[in-house]
């Protein structure tokens, strides 16, 4: 019945038919062909404790079939999965003891950042911001880990993880990257040296803007160890149905981010144009743009409030386009001067490009430019 059992012959599969098939095969009893939704707490055990499912925050079918295809896509060993990308996020710095010391990208998630300095700053773990994007960057000799966004949100800068990679590793660092805004179509960290990939599944990976999740990727045997100890001791596990609909979502992963691209690239280059527009940011691939618009913050809020198949709300990588206003939204958790001091003006708009049609796109940002002019 297994049909990609043997994990070398996996690997050899095309990205897109791993998304569709890897960790998914035929649920035994029925030949069904898509994983079902085990939602059950608990099994039955013919005898005790000999029987490979015991509880479902600990194992379930669904969450399995969903980790095993996400890590193939990364073209990692093991996914462990968890009910948000906070959650991940939380238990990789769980893998360090207290007192270490996190060299962190300084353009991170606003929620990392807060998680961060508010959450394990205070437990005596260490945290220096650096630009990582900076191929000048000297990671420091007591650096334990080094935390990379790539391309950073929401300027959308793009470090040089293999390179970043050589510097940790000098130093007896592990690098964990944070590669929710890339997906493993267009950046596979792991096959760059890094040690970790964490992923807020909300985003890309399930892409429909209906569920909250997250998943850690490694080849690291004993980090994952630690990781399944992690998930199981503190429980901040995905619930099967999640599960199911990322694994959902994930089928079509490989279809969503070519067009997600394909309609950025159009996007951004035809902004770069405008004269009422300062500065675009996009790294050239995937689906994030984002810039600033002449005028001051009330343009710019004018601006996200007249475009209608946009729609004005934070989060992004679902099919539908959304836009945003990050300095008082997704990144009003990082301080004003922190803001100022690595460019992130208020004016700045957010855009997530989804899948609708270009034309209709365009014409609703041309109306929103307009809208804006007209304050
Ligand atoms: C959204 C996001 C997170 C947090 O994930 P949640 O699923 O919202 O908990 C972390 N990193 C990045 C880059 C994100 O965009």
């Known amino acids: 019945m297994a049909r990609f059992d043997d994990p070398n012959e ?24 898509m994983t079902p939704v085990f939602q059950t707490s608990t099994y039955a055990q013919p005898k005790p404790a000999e029987w490979p499912w015991e509880y479902s925050r600990t194992h379930n079918p669904t969450r399995n079939a969903l980790q095993a295809c996400i890590a193939s896509l990364e073209s990692g060993r093991h996914g462990v999965s968890f009910s948000s990308g906070m959650a991940a996020i939380d238990t990789a710095i769980r893998l360090l003891p207290p007192g270490s010391h996190v060299l962190c990208g300084d353009d991170v998630y606003g929620g990392t950042y807060r998680l961060f300095t508010k959450c394990w700053a205070p437990l005596g773990y260490r945290f220096t911001f650096m ?32 390179a970043l990679v050589q ?17 493993p179509i ?35 045997d004993a ?3 630690k990781m399944c100890f992690l998930q199981n001791s503190v ?3 995905p619930g099967p149905w999640d599960c199911f609909l990322q694994l959902r979502g994930l089928k079509t992963l490989h279809l969503r981010m070519e067009r997600h691209q394909a309609s950025a690239q159009e996007l951004s ?24 618009l002449k005028g001051d913050i009330k343009a710019a809020s004018r601006f996200v409030q007249a475009t ?18 990050p300095a008082i939204m997704t990144h009003a958790s990082v301080p004003p001067e922190v803001r100022a001091e690595i460019g992130l003006p208020d004016g700045l708009i957010r855009l997530s490009i989804g899948v609708e049609n270009l034309a209709d796109l365009k014409a609703d940002l041309e109306h929103a430019f307009a809208a804006a002019a007209n304050g």
Do not use: C
């Open 269 to 292: 280059a035809w902004l770069a144009e405008r004269d009422d527009v300062d500065k675009v940011h996009y790294p050239g691939f995937s689906g994030m743009v984002s810039f600033v």
């Open 131 to 162: 630009d990582t994007t900076n191929p000048e960057l000297v990671v420091p000799d007591d650096v334990d880990m080094v935390w990379v966004e790539s391309p950073t949100n929401p300027l959308l800068k793009v470090t040089d993880i293999a």
């Open 10 to 33: 996996l690997a050899a599969l095309g990205i897109g038919t791993r998304a569709i098939h890897a960790g998914q095969e035929p649920e035994p009893v029925t030949g069904a062909v």
């Open 186 to 220: 267009f950046q596979r960290p792991l096959e760059l040296g890094a040690d970790v990939v964490v992923h807020s599944t909300t985003k890309y990976i399930n892409g429909h803007s209906d569920v909250v999740g997250g998943v850690l990727v490694t080849s690291d």
């Open 308 to 325: 209608r198949v946009f729609t004005l709300a934070e989060s992004l990588g679902g099919v539908e386009s959304l836009i945003e206003l």
């Open 167 to 183: 510097k940790a590793h000098a130093v007896g660092a592990i690098v964990v990257v944070d590669n929710t805004f890339a997906t």
């Open 223 to 225: 980090l994952h160890d």
């Open 235 to 237: 429980g901040a596990v």
